[in-house]
């Protein structure tokens, strides 16, 4: 008798997205590997896995950093509006000639001492006016890059679930295929035994199985590269081999892939974070180029002013302290490098703006073709999926048949191992096809600015 063919259920096309997202584990549970490390392995699902790469995975971790450094700067920058203090306390001793302020030559000994704080402010202005709107378009332009960094995570976690997933489902059907090789040589060793088939039947069969049998390791070789895989984009132990907890795969939906193109390249224009972070960059640009146009015509603004105690007097005297205050107010005006006719500096903040712009829409191009790109991959998968069914459908039905006439005495043992081998590569088809057309969907719905 032969065995129902495990992945005969593939046939029925009709199981919905929920079996992808149905009971989702937590994220507690998912990041607690104590019992995956005593037993090797850890299952894991499509909605666990997008959560663990939001909270682990490096690269969104490294544009959180990115976005922090940027709005330290810009805060470092507002401080550059306000005064610094520094307390301390001087010592101030001369001896020997000076000369007085009526131009005579004096031979002194005398000595101070100033015990008080200073408050400095050295303000350039226009420079910190333009840097501190510089600054905030960059930590947007970072904000926008976390946006960026997180879309392509979640995408490498869900593509590299779909490849272990298809991978473990390849290991399924080439074990069966195995098994039912097996069999069959059981079978024909039998009936070599009794003198009613021939001898090369059973080492046809038994070539066809061992065949099987380096298949399958390569899938288990495969099946355990995509889980290490999936590990380091979840930044997870690569030692411990992460297992899929659906049982099949089946096609999602995410984005409609009959309609028109255009709707979609406009979408992808408006919605993608990396188009949002030109802008910004843009306008962090063209704020830096006002500050080397417009900045250097403000006035720079010093102040200083000292308040504390003033003792001292002839020789070694140190007594006699009393308040003392100072003060001090300037305009000031920079003329040549960094300041007033510096025409290189403006000249490079303009090529910077230039090349800003150039940037977007270079990045635009890149998204309209990759909206087409993945638009068309899409819809091709999804007619490589109808195709593959069908195929399948008729390795199975060919199968069945050639069973038929074998038990009739008709058919050849050649006809079975020929049968056996399209049956699996339709399979193996149709578990590829799919897995691809739930990456292509992901990947269209990280172009269009969606995921």
Do not use: C
């Amino acid at each position: 008798m032969i065995r129902e063919p495990l992945f005969s259920r593939l046939l029925a096309f009709g199981a919905s997205f929920a079996v992808l997202t149905a009971a989702p584990h937590s994220l507690a549970q998912a990041t607690d590997l104590s019992a995956a490390a005593a037993q090797q392995t850890y299952p894991i699902d499509l909605p666990t896995a997008l959560r663990l790469v939001h909270a682990q995975n490096l690269d969104v971790q490294l544009a959180q950093k990115r976005l922090d450094e940027a709005r330290a700067n810009h805060d470092s920058a507002l401080w550059q509006f306000f005064p610094w203090l520094s307390p301390g306390i001087s010592l101030r001793r001369h001896e020997g000639r000076t000369q007085a302020v009526d131009g005579a030559l004096l031979d002194v000994d005398k000595q101070s001492a100033a015990l008080g704080g200073t408050v400095t402010a050295q303000i350039d202005i226009g420079d910190a006016v333009f840097k501190a709107l510089a600054t905030k378009q960059l930590a947007n332009a970072a904000s926008q890059g976390l946006d960026v960094q997180q879309q392509d995570a979640t995408l490498n976690a869900a593509q590299g679930y779909f490849d272990l997933l298809k991978a473990t489902a390849l290991v399924g059907v080439v074990r069966e295929a195995v098994q039912t090789s097996q069999d069959y040589a059981l079978q024909l060793h039998a009936a070599v035994g009794a003198g009613i088939v021939f001898k090369g039947d059973e080492l046809r069969v038994q070539t066809q199985t061992e065949r099987y049998r380096v298949t399958l390791s390569q899938t288990l070789e495969q099946q355990r590269i995509a889980a290490a895989r999936l590990a380091q984009v979840l930044h997870l132990d690569p030692t411990i081999e992460l297992v899929p907890t659906e049982l099949e795969l089946v096609p999602v939906a995410l984005v409609e892939t009959s309609g028109d193109l255009q709707p979609l390249v406009r979408q992808a224009l408006e919605s993608r974070p990396e188009l949002k972070q030109n802008q910004t960059l843009i306008a962090a640009a063209r704020e830096a180029k006002k500050g080397a146009v417009y900045g250097p015509l403000i006035p720079s603004l010093g102040v200083q002013a000292f308040l504390g105690e003033l003792g001292g007097g002839k020789s070694n005297a140190s007594g006699d302290f009393g308040s003392s205050k100072d003060y001090y107010v300037g305009l000031s005006w920079r003329i040549g490098p960094g300041g007033l006719f510096d025409f290189s500096r403006i000249n490079a903040s303009q090529a910077r703006v230039d090349a800003a712009e150039l940037t977007a829409l270079k990045n635009s191009d890149e998204i309209a073709r990759q909206v087409v790109e993945n638009y068309t991959r899409a819809r091709s998968l999804s007619d490589q999926i109808a195709a593959s069914r069908q195929n399948l459908s008729s390795a199975s039905e060919t199968l069945r048949l050639t069973r038929e006439r074998k038990q009739l005495g008709v058919g050849i043992v050649l006809e079975d191992i020929q049968a056996q081998q399209e049956l699996v590569r339709a399979r193996a088809d149709y578990l590829t096809a799919i897995a691809e057309f739930n990456k292509a969907q992901y990947s269209l719905s990280k172009v269009l600015g969606t995921l």
